[in-house]
């Protein structure tokens, strides 16, 4: 064969593999609207796939041609920060998404909006060793859980230290072992997951500790290796209470009020709960992260949605962990072992009338 025609049958080959994948980015939330209608019913109810963030690029675009050879001739192309392990997603008020990366012991921040990037550690006296959730308050600072440092690390909006909450002394935290973060931003509270202890911490946004609530145990507002937390708007709490298997529901005072879940095999079942967001409309997102999927439930505990399989494409997951929504019906997910942040969009009924 000649040499031209070698070229021309490897670019007819590339053409063909760009095209299917493609294929499978436009064609798949139809193959979940078809995966989630079969195990939940309405077909009303679906999800679309987004987008990905796994580097900069995926917010600032392709550098120029001679920019990305000047940095492969200086070494720097190599360094270009990518996520490791993501485990905590936020979004602030100006749309940028903040994510924990627990392996590389440090935040990025992509801003789609501006298309810009930016990576922030903590300093070299205070450092970060195991990042595990991210929540953003109403005045744009960012509060990071330290699982192993049993801290509560604070940022500005543009990423610099400002303290370290929860600590008695050098050696000694109110935490055991800090790892769900949510704000509850109207009254001004940021409630603690401490995993290790069983339990619920909620201190003031500046660190003051305000009260605990929780003891290990299966019954009603008790707790067996608790991981993760988020706030309703009428102030209550949803918790991925992991070891029994269930989400529980509880008043700002820790009363409780309900709970959904149990171990079992079915698709809306739960076994290795981990995140866990609340939308505007009410629902309930439980990341599952054994199965690799997310559930969708009503506040009452009714299956809504179900997405997710084992997998490195769009829509497929690997350990997810964290996950977020926004106002305008996206859905965050920390798909940690595939090193990204999937985004997705959610497209169903409204709950308790809420449009």
């Known amino acids: 064969m000649r040499p031209d025609s070698k070229q021309r049958t490897s670019k007819h080959r590339r053409r063909q593999r760009l095209g299917c994948r493609m294929a499978l980015v436009f064609l798949l939330p139809a193959a979940l609207l078809a995966q989630t209608d079969s195990a939940t019913g309405p077909a009303s109810v679906s999800v679309e796939w ?3 963030l796994r580097t ?17 001739l200086v070494g720097a192309e190599s360094q270009r920060p ?18 924990a990366d627990t392996r590389l ?13 930016s990576l922030f550690h903590a300093p070299d006296r205070e450092p970060m060793l195991a990042p595990i959730a991210i929540a953003c308050d109403a005045e744009g600072r960012v509060y990071v859980s330290d699982a192993l440092r049993a801290r509560i ?19 000694e935290s109110v935490f055991h072992r800090p790892t769900g973060l949510a704000i509850d931003a109207e009254r001004r509270r940021l409630y603690v997951v401490d995993t290790q202890a069983m339990r619920i911490v909620v201190l003031s ?16 507002a008790e707790f067996n290796y608790p991981t993760h937390i988020a706030v309703d708007r009428d102030g209550t709490l949803w918790i991925a209470d992991s070891l029994n298997f269930r989400v529980q529901h509880l008043d700002s005072q820790g009363r409780f009020l309900g709970a959904f879940g149990q171990l079992g095999t079915g698709r809306t079942d739960l076994d290795k709960v981990k995140g866990v ?5 009410g629902r309930v997102y439980v990341v599952e992260a054994r199965h690799d999927r997310v559930l969708v439930f009503s506040a ?25 929504t926004t106002n305008d019906e996206r859905v965050l997910v920390a798909d940690s072992f595939n090193r990204r942040v999937q985004i997705f969009r959610i497209r169903a009924p409204s709950v308790g009338g809420v449009e």
């Open 50 to 52: 987004v987008a990905e």
């Open 300 to 324: 009452r505990g009714e299956p809504q949605l179900v997405f997710g399989n084992t997998g490195t494409g769009p829509g497929e997951f690997f350990l997810p962990a964290g996950i977020a």
């Open 153 to 171: 690390f604070v940022f500005t909006s543009e990423g610099k230290f400002l303290r370290t909450l929860g600590g008695l002394n050098r050696q």
């Open 277 to 281: 967001a609340v939308d505007r409309a």
């Open 82 to 99: 990518a996520m490791l392990q993501p485990h905590g997603v936020c979004v602030d008020s100006r749309g940028r998404i903040w994510v």
């Open 105 to 117: 012991r440090a935040v990025h921040r992509f801003d789609p909006v501006r298309k810009s990037y």
């Open 205 to 220: 946004l500046h660190g003051e500790p305000l009260a605990r609530f929780g003891r290990r145990g299966t019954g009603p």
């Open 56 to 72: 900069p690029r995926d917010v600032m675009g392709e550098a120029p041609w001679w920019k990305r050879l000047l940095r492969t």
